[in-house]
Every structure is written in C-alpha cells, then in structure tokens.
C-alpha cells in the first residue's frame, strides 16, 4: 500500500512561486510541515527531559555516577542505533515506522512521569530513558530518508536547514526554560508560547489553543512553578488590556439604544438570584438573612461576560450584542456592592423575614455566607 509519506512529488517545478531552496519554500509543502513542526515540538519535550532529568537524579542520589548513567541512556543509542536505523528505514514504510517510533517514545514518556512521580526504583528509569533514545535513534534516519518524499529536489536544502535549526534549536530551548535566571526565562516562555499562537493560527487553528499547549507542556517542566509565579503580573496586566481593548470598541453613543433590554436583563438577574437564595436557604435551613446574603453577593456580572460579547462581536453577530452587556456589566457592577452592604433591606421582604433582616432561625446568625464572586 502507498503511503503520504512514501509517495515523491511531481517531477515538474516546485508548486510554489517562492525562491527555490529556501525555508519558506520548504514550508510551503503542508505534508512537511506538518511533520516538522510535529516533531520539532516532540524534540522540545524530549530536551527538556534530557535536561532535567539529571538534574532529578542528582537532587535524589547525589551520585555524579549515575548522573552520567542517566544521560548514556538518553543519548548512547543515538551513536550505536543510528546506522540500523537508516538501513532499517530503508526496508519498511517511513511513514509507519516514524508513527511507530513517536508512539513509542509518547508511551515511555509517561511511563517516565510516572516512575519520577513515585520516585520508584532507578533501574526503571534508566530503561525507560535507554527506549525513548532507542526510538529517537530509530526515527532520525527516517524523517531525514523522507524529506526528499515531501518535498521537490530544489527545496531539499531548505529542508535540510530547517531539520537542523530544529534539532539544534530544541536543545537550546531545553536549557533556556530550565536556566536560572529569571530573565531569560521569562523571554523564553514568552517567546515560545507566541510563536505557537502564531504557527496556530497560521495552520487555521486558534491562537490560544497553541499557547494553551504550550502552557501545559511547560506546566509540567521543573521550571512550571516558576514560570507560574513570573506570569502572575503579565497575565493581570494582558487581562487588564483586553477589557481595556473592548471599552475602546463601544461606542457610549450606543448605549441609550439598548437601555430597556438593560434593564429588563437586570430585572430578571435580580428575580432569578432572589429565587437561587430562598431556595438555596430552604435546602440547607438559612433564615432569611444568609438568602439574601446569597442572592445579593451573586448579583454581579464581570470578566466571563465580556469575554463572550467580544467573542460575539468577532464572530459579526447583531451589533447591539456589544453595547447591551457592556451597559449591563456596568449597572450590575454598580448595584451589586450596594445591594449586598444592605442586603438586610431584601432580607425584611423575604418569607421569614422580619425588621431589621434578623428574623429567622437560628442557623442563619451562624451560618457562612459566601464571598461576591463575578461571573
């Protein structure tokens, strides 16, 4: 059978209007890159874990010995499996044996994860660490054997520049994250989770899922902690400029237009947050009081709101979308802290209320009340 990976382009000229021999004309093949950007985020993961896993084994042996066991096992097949690999590649499908070889190394990988986790015998590790280089050994041969498949001869040294810059690039990336400077590191976080935001969006995909993924293959690096404690202020301040970004796309001038859809919106919120408090009361036996507590620090609508009318108005929904819940969120940001300091004006007017909001059982003095939360 015939596969992608096994099939050579037409003979003819490359398909692209771009200067043959080039990256960029490299890139232009979907097949390639595909697989390029596929495996060079695998070599990121695989660096990264070469990297900090001595760092492990020294932090929980002290042994410099074994140290230097753990990185022969990571990089030992690549000097003696890399021969075997390229006739091996020569006999069967790449394309299978490069899906064969990343499933492998994927597998060993969390096997690797969960040996660490439960810092289980080190014999272990070192087998597992001796297979994903196996498999690494094994794959190489394979992906160099099938870049003439998936792109034209005049784009091969393009190519063959990018799997380079890829290979040697990863490692750098791998001691950048794990550096310990606090600069540089956050340059690289940073730089790593736009640049997949870009290649995201440049496959069609959106922006942050290539950043959420970066994000969760960094979360569980040994650096994860700090890059979480760094990216607490940028992220409150690129939060800060989106809100900031949608206050600037309303126009103040259409607010009077959805004045009664406003307050009708409010209306209802009040009703239903009444409601959600008697009946949250009724179930756990509050008084009067804790139900209006409930239904007045409930009362207001923030961050997630906003986001959907942006959301609204990038995908050309009605236009009125965008004034309606900005006049909204402001009047309930307005209401909601004044209603819930005299919530006991509410609690007068409930089912079991009395003058002065203390009427009700005795559970409702002691119970807790939840803090205002913005939805």
């Known amino acids: 059978m015939t596969t992608a990976a096994n099939t050579p382009p037409p003979a003819a000229g490359p398909p692209h209007g771009l200067a043959p021999g080039t990256a960029r004309a490299a890139l232009a093949y979907p097949k390639f890159r595909l697989v390029f950007i596929g495996l060079a985020l695998s070599q990121i993961g695989t660096w990264m874990q070469n990297v900090t896993l001595p760092a492990y084994i020294q932090d929980r042996t002290g042994s410099p010995a074994l140290v230097g066991v753990t990185i022969a096992v990571q990089l030992g097949p690549l000097l003696f499996l890399s021969i075997p690999g390229g006739a091996l590649a020569d006999k069967v499908s790449k394309q299978k044996l490069m899906l064969w070889m990343q499933s492998i190394s994927a597998l060993l990988t969390l096997g690797t994860a969960y040996f660490v986790a439960s810092d289980a015998s080190l014999v272990w590790i070192f087998i597992v660490q001796a297979g994903i280089g196996s498999a690494n050994a094994l794959n190489a041969p394979a992906f160099q054997a099938s870049m003439p498949l998936l792109v034209h001869r005049s784009d091969l040294p393009g190519a063959i520049s990018l799997n380079s810059a890829m290979i040697n690039g990863t490692r750098v990336v791998g001691r950048l994250i794990n550096t310990p400077d606090d600069e540089i590191l956050t340059i690289s976080f940073l730089g790593a ?162 003058s002065g909001g203390d009427g009700g059982d005795a559970g409702a003095s002691g119970a807790s009340v939840p803090e205002r939360v913005s939805v």
């Open 193 to 354: 989770a736009v640049l997949m935001a870009g290649v995201s969006e440049w496959f069609g995909v959106a922006d942050a899922i290539g950043a959420f993924m970066v994000g969760l293959m960094l979360g569980s690096t040994t650096s994860g902690k700090r890059i979480l404690k760094l990216v607490h202020p940028l992220r409150d301040a690129f939060g800060a400029i989106f809100f900031f970004v949608f206050g600037l796309s309303i126009n103040p001038g259409d607010l009077p237009g959805v004045v009664w859809p406003v307050l009708i919106a409010v209306a209802l919120t009040l009703s239903m947050n009444v409601i959600s408090g008697i009946t949250a009361a009724r179930i756990y036996r509050f008084g009067a009081q804790p139900a209006a507590n409930i239904a007045t620090t409930l009362l207001a609508r923030g961050e997630f709101a906003l986001i959907l009318a942006t959301m609204a108005a990038a995908a050309g929904l009605d236009a009125r979308l965008s004034p309606f819940i900005a006049g909204y969120v402001l009047l309930l940001a307005i209401m909601a802290p004044l209603a819930a300091k005299q919530s006991n004006w509410l609690a007068r007017i409930l089912p079991g209320g009395t």
